[in-house]
């Protein structure tokens, strides 16, 4: 190949402008919204996707979350891969599979919505679903009579640990305190939240549907 051949660079400045307005266009403008709505709808507002250790992600922080990996992972390979393509006739053959591999990740956000969403919660056994249910149904206990403020951040911190029991238990504290008394606007916000997560988590642990999981709430919480 001559050097400074013009289709060649004729070539890698369309690859350029094509490959600026995807990032401008699918990468910061429509996939974060997009893949947000996406765990909002399975884990709900301020849900939990997954934790580890200190680390936790929500449905809010996926994106960014993503954003940041996304980076590290190129601060590691993109030199290495940046080397080959130079050195070798490797060069439209990588691109070739990056862009590929690029459109197939643009069209798998839908496919993997019941997958890593819900990874965590299909881990959830017998043993475990019945544990939630014996909390649920335990409700003889005694609610802190602390204030609100300080009872919403316990509340939150219980949620924020992904920890289904926890959230079990902050459904069947407030079910318990609405008994005694008219719930706040947080309060019921919170209900909601706890109430929202657990009934996904538990449908998918049974393979019920959620309206089902619902009714058994209400069932436990009539009584």
Not at 3 to 12: A, C, H, K, S, T
Not at 23 to 38: D, F, K, N, R
Not at 91 to 105: E, F, N, P
Request: with cysteine; net charge positive; proline share 2%.
């Amino acid at each position: 190949m001559a050097v400074n051949d013009r289709r060649e660079i004729f070539g890698w400045a369309m690859y350029d402008w094509a490959n600026s307005g995807f990032q401008a266009t699918v990468i910061t403008v429509m996939a974060g919204p997009y893949l947000t709505s996406l765990a909002r709808r399975e884990v709900g507002e301020n849900g939990i996707i997954f934790s580890a250790g200190p680390l936790l992600v929500t449905e809010k922080s996926l994106f960014p979350f993503c954003i940041g990996l996304s980076v590290f992972l190129q601060i590691f390979l993109l030199p290495t891969l940046g080397a080959i393509a130079d050195y070798t006739n490797l060069k439209k053959r990588l691109m070739a599979i990056h862009r590929a591999v690029t459109a197939g990740a643009s069209n798998k956000p839908r496919k993997v919505q019941k997958g890593i969403f819900k990874e965590r919660v299909d881990a959830l056994g017998k043993e475990m679903v019945a544990k939630v249910y014996k909390i649920l149904r335990d409700k003889k206990v005694e609610i802190d009579q602390q204030t609100w403020n300080r009872r919403y951040r316990e509340y939150t911190e219980k949620i924020k640990t992904g920890s289904v029991l926890e959230i079990a238990k902050v459904l069947r504290d407030l079910f318990v305190l609405k008994g005694d008394k008219e719930l706040s606007f947080g309060e019921r916000k919170m209900l909601d939240t706890a109430r929202n997560l657990l009934v996904k988590e538990l449908a998918i642990a049974k393979a019920h549907t959620e309206e089902k999981i619902m009714e058994e709430l209400k069932g436990i919480f009539a009584n």
